[in-house]
């Protein structure tokens, strides 16, 4: 789904992201940190490291989880006006219209290990689409009508391929919702997996009022109405997972919260 907002909407979304941020810093000093959902309040959490400032080829670590053989590539093309910049010049009134078209492409790759030595293949695609436009209309030079907007569409796919023989790969697809993204990942087996976002931070005192409603902060995986695991990708980052899981389940579910970690956040 396209996603088109105001000149307005986008200044107050980056409000809220840089309000949620230095929340998310404030934990150095107090234990602010995005909530669970009830299903893992007893599941341990396993705080990431590595996330921040991370460079490639730099290990991620999460539980007895690492991440090694990373390459990343990222693509930016930028096109001005594709349907054609337009000026209308009346006399005493001018109009100017704007238009320009970018597209960043992201593409990860990594090889997870659990404690075991069990291993996973997790590769990751973004691709956003960004159109932004702008209009200006003078009267007697005077600027009377200035505006602009923007519509943007997100697409994210990814895959956990586990080196076991016999164990199945998993898919995660990720798109345009509205507010945030929202998604599904499935197995070979059929086995399907529903993506909800985490919009919750908590801290000593219980949970804290969010600067806006429904930001993601993080997504939680649910089976057939149970969630099994859940990933923070605000701040440093955070994976739980559903005790008394498989080994062989936790790791394609940490595989499929590494590739939400690795993932750049949209612009």
Not at 3 to 10: E, K, L, N
Not at 34 to 47: G, S
Not at 76 to 94: D, M
Not at 104 to 128: N, S
Request: charged share 20%; net charge positive.
């Amino acid at each position: 789904m396209n996603r088109r907002s105001p000149a307005s909407p986008p200044l107050a979304r980056m409000l809220a992201v840089l309000s949620t941020a230095l929340l998310l810093t404030a934990c150095a000093v107090t234990t602010v940190q995005v909530q669970p959902p009830p299903a893992l309040a007893t599941a341990t959490p396993l705080a990431v490291a590595g996330r921040q400032g991370w460079l490639p080829g730099r290990e991620l670590r999460f539980g007895d989880y690492a991440t090694r053989a990373l390459t990343q590539r990222q693509q930016v093309q930028t096109q001005a006006c594709p349907q054609g910049c337009s000026r209308v010049e009346l006399g005493v009134y001018s109009r100017r219209f704007d238009e320009a078209l970018r597209t960043t492409t992201q593409r990860v790759g990594l090889t997870l290990v659990d404690g075991q030595g069990a291993e996973a293949d997790v590769q990751l695609v973004q691709r956003i689409d960004e159109e932004r436009r702008a209009w200006i209309t003078r009267w007697f030079g005077v600027p009377s009508d200035v505006g602009s907007d923007f519509v943007r569409n997100i697409q994210v796919l990814g895959t956990v391929q586990p080196a076991k023989a016999g164990q199945p790969g998993w898919r995660l697809a990720l798109a345009d919702t509205g507010p945030q993204l929202s998604g599904w990942a499935e197995n070979d087996l059929g086995q399907r997996l529903t993506l909800s976002p985490l919009t919750q931070l908590a801290g000593p005192q219980g949970p804290i009022a969010m600067p806006v409603r429904g930001l993601a902060l993080g997504y939680a995986f649910e089976r057939d109405g149970r969630t099994v695991a859940a990933v923070a990708t605000s701040g440093g980052g955070t994976v739980w997972l559903s005790p008394g899981l498989h080994a062989d389940d936790r790791l394609a579910l940490a595989g499929l919260a590494a590739l939400l970690l690795v993932r750049a956040t949209e612009p």
